[in-house]
Structure formats: C-alpha cells, structure tokens
T-cell receptor, first 115, second 114 residues
C-alpha cells in the first residue's frame, strides 16, 4: 500500500512568486494535516482537514497561505506571494481515525527554498 | 500550553551499543499520548513507538523501548543493539487525549559509528 505522497520533493523560487505543494494521503484516511518544519526544529501544524472541511487552521498565516482539499482526498497548500522566511520543509500527514486511534503517517515533504 | 523539550541536540553511539535519548514535556492534562518519531535524511517521519499516559507499562517495539515517568513528565527512548540504519533525527511528540494536534520537540540527531 502506498504511503503519503507529496510533490514536488524540492522547489526553488524567487521571493514574491507563488508556489503550490500537493499531497495525496493514504487511501481511506479521512484526516489530513499540513505541517511546517523549519531548519533545526520539529514540525508545527498549519492546518488539519476532516474530509474536505478545514477544522483547525489557527496556525495558518491566512494573508499569504491557503489550502484546499477538494473531494476530501488530495490536498494543495499554496503560498502567494512567497517570502524569504518561508524557506522550510512542508510535510503532509494523514490518519484514519480521530481521537484515541489516531496515528499520523507522514510523507517525505517538500523542501522549499525562496531566493 | 503544552511544550516538549529535547535537551540533547546530538548524540552518538557505537554500533551494537545502547543509547538513550531524553525528552521532557509539560502539560496539565492527565490523559495524553507520547510518541517518538524518526526522521532519516529522506525526511519522512516514521513512527517508532507510542505510549498512552494511562498505561503504567513502558512500551516496547523490538530494539526500541521507552522509560515513561509520568510524575516527572519524562519520556526517554532507549535503542538497544544500535544499527547503522538507526542514524537519523529523533523527535519526541505529545498529543492531548481529545485532540489530533501533535506537539514536537526540537529533535536529537543520532549518529551511529561502526
């Protein structure tokens, strides 16, 4: 069974350009997460989806970041415009169940470099 | 607010030896979960072991075991018979019982020498 798939693996852009990251969760997983991982830090949650509904986006900088999960499967995270400080790894995770049974499985992430 | 602290930025161990990675956390909750994730250079976070706070028995997974001290809010990971493939970043993480939000520490880089 395929794990969480993310693309691209690497992205280099100039500041003020837009960028988008794509995530395909494990089949059947209804909960999807986007995390930001700065260099030398642990991941921090940006947004969580239950099916197609964003149920926790309190950490998402909404002035430049947006996300969508149409049809409750794949998800896209967008930054427009990108800033130098956005250089980081963007991780996607998915889980089957909420609460006690929740175990999050992660993708390999997208490493973004903003020049 | 809950926090997770990993005070060892780097650790090293010789192949076949045992190493212990430290983690402390702060919470006012009584029910929660603790995790150790491994992140190799490929960047994919892999779940190593999970502990439920209401269970007194320490979790074990093959060569990996934890020392969970609830009163001290300590959750260390012991890796026995270390292998070269164990080299990676290790992150300790906390999740309150009624949420999905994982709170991670800053990680410990483990090097394994032959």
């Amino acid at each position: 069974e395929a794990g969480v798939v993310q693309s691209p693996r690497y992205k280099i852009i100039e500041k003020k350009q837009p960028v988008a990251f794509w995530c395909n969760p494990i089949s059947g997983h209804n909960t999807l997460y986007w995390y930001l991982q700065n260099l030398g830090q642990g991941p921090e949650l940006l947004i969580r989806y239950e099916n197609e509904e964003a149920v926790d986006d309190s950490q998402l900088p909404k002035d430049r970041f947006s996300a969508e999960r149409l049809k409750g499967v794949d998800s896209t995270l967008k930054i427009q415009p990108a800033e130098l400080g956005d250089s980081a790894v963007y991780l996607c995770a998915s889980s089957l169940a909420y609460g006690a049974k929740n175990i999050q499985y992660f993708g390999a992430g997208t490493r973004l470099s903003v020049l | 607010a809950q926090t997770v602290t990993q005070s060892q930025p780097e650790m090293s161990v010789q192949e076949a030896e045992t190493v212990t990675l430290s983690c402390t956390y702060d919470t006012s909750e009584s029910d929660y979960y603790l995790f150790w994730y491994k992140q190799p250079p490929s960047r994919q976070m892999i779940l190593v072991i999970r502990q439920e706070a209401y269970k007194q028995q320490n979790a074990t997974e093959n060569r990996f075991s934890v020392n969970f001290q609830k009163a001290a809010k300590s959750f260390s990971l012991k890796i026995s018979d270390s292998q070269l493939g164990d080299a990676a970043m290790y992150f300790c993480a906390y999740r309150a019982y009624n949420t999905d939000k994982l709170i991670f520490g800053t990680g410990t880089r483990l090097q394994v020498f032959p």
